[in-house]
């Protein structure tokens, strides 16, 4: 259904690698797991998202499918689904519309995102900002924005305003993560916030939405919340350790500390300052201007105990995730939760 042109069609630029393609969503067999029924929902939403976002002129419904046509896991989709699962009413539009609603937000904020970190590439393919402009860009996410707002009016005035604090706490962590943390407040503490926020917000309302729209039990609207906020954590803290650890991601290790960027190790390593660790400092410092003290850096903190305390941090918070599972009922949704719980810590081994 397309009427891109292939010169323009996102998924046609294969210039670069798929930048954020995972193979822990990639093959979905925690999908497969819940069933056929699962599956056709996601295929429904995938169309629905492409029309929702049908605009007033060919060229702005083009900018507004850029991003969701060059690909991303629909992960937030994902969990509204099954969540919906420990619902009556999984197979309700309602369900269909709250992952339209975070899909869309999602989305959105990556078109500010992308203009804020100067990113040339997303998903493969050139960014928004990169083939229109800033100001298009800009634009394009709260076009994006007011489509999830039309979408979520119709969900009432309950899933109205988890919307707007989920936003409210998106771009609060956004901002915090710009000014980085304020003075006496401990850099590690900020980090997690600012994953929290940016990231741990908008999957937990995935899960929250799809079990209230199939009118889950609030218990279990609850526990489905708490779980979907720690995987996201799991999913963030893992990256953080993959930036270190991993040759074969597609990613140049040490990507974080060329860009300055925080990370789990990293903050690890500066919050317990062990004089053995001067070198070590000194060359994290000296990787946002020099590939040499990079590697150098990667190296160095592939052999310290740091990256180890954070494995052990991924593996507790994943251990807490799978045990609020255990308060659910054990229905086929269940058990792929708890295999994404498994392949999200296994990629970071
Ligand atoms: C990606 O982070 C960005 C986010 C998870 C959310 C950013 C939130 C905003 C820009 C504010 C919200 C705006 C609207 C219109 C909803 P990243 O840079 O760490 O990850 P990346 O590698 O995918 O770029
Ligand atoms: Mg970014």
């Known amino acids: 259904m397309s009427q891109l042109d292939p010169q323009s069609d996102p998924a046609s630029d294969t210039s670069a690698a798929v930048l954020d393609e995972h193979p822990v969503i990639t093959g979905v067999p925690m999908v497969d797991a819940a069933g056929e029924a ?34 991303g896991k ?39 995102d992308d203009v804020m970190d100067e990113a040339d590439r997303r998903r493969g393919a050139l960014t928004a900002h990169q083939k229109w402009q800033n100001s298009v860009a800009i634009l394009v996410g709260d076009f994006l924005f007011a489509r999830a ?28 993560e710009t000014v980085g943390p304020a003075e006496g407040v401990d850099p590690l503490d900020h980090h997690l916030q600012v ?28 526990v489905l919340a708490e779980f979907a906020e720690q995987i996201g954590m799991v999913f963030q803290l893992s990256d953080d350790i993959i930036d270190i650890t991993s040759d074969t991601t597609g990613k ?18 500066r919050q317990q300052s062990r004089p053995e660790d001067a070198q070590l ?46 308060q659910l009922p054990d229905i086929p949704a269940r058990a792929a939760l708890a295999e994404l719980c498994t392949s999200v810590v296994d990629r970071t081994a």
């Open 38 to 71: 699962v599956r056709a929902r996601l295929d429904e939403i995938e169309t629905k998202l492409d029309e929702a976002v049908e605009a007033s002129t060919p060229m702005i419904t083009e900018a507004a499918r850029w991003i969701m046509r060059a690909g």
């Open 74 to 112: 629909r992960f937030r989709p994902m969990l509204v689904v099954l969540a919906a699962e420990f619902g009556p009413r999984a197979a309700s539009d309602e369900v269909i519309s709250a992952a339209l609603v975070v899909e869309l937000t999602h989305v959105a904020s990556l078109y500010h």
């Open 149 to 176: 707002s039309d979408i979520v009016a119709d969900l009432g005035p309950e899933a109205v305003q988890i919307q707007a604090r989920t936003f409210a706490r998106l771009v609060q962590g956004q901002i915090a």
């Open 195 to 222: 994953l929290a926020d940016k990231t741990g917000a908008l999957i937990a309302t995935s899960a929250l939405l799809g079990a209230k729209m199939a009118g889950a039990d609030v218990r279990v609207q609850q």
């Open 252 to 269: 140049t290790p040490g990507t974080d500390l060329r860009e300055g960027v925080p990370t789990l190790p990293t903050l690890l390593v």
């Open 281 to 326: 400092l000194e060359r994290m410092d000296a990787a946002v201007d020099s590939d040499e003290a990079r590697a150098e850096a990667v190296a160095m903190l592939r052999a310290h105990p740091a990256i180890e305390q954070a494995r052990a941090e991924v593996a507790r918070r994943a251990d807490e995730a799978r045990a609020l599972l255990e």
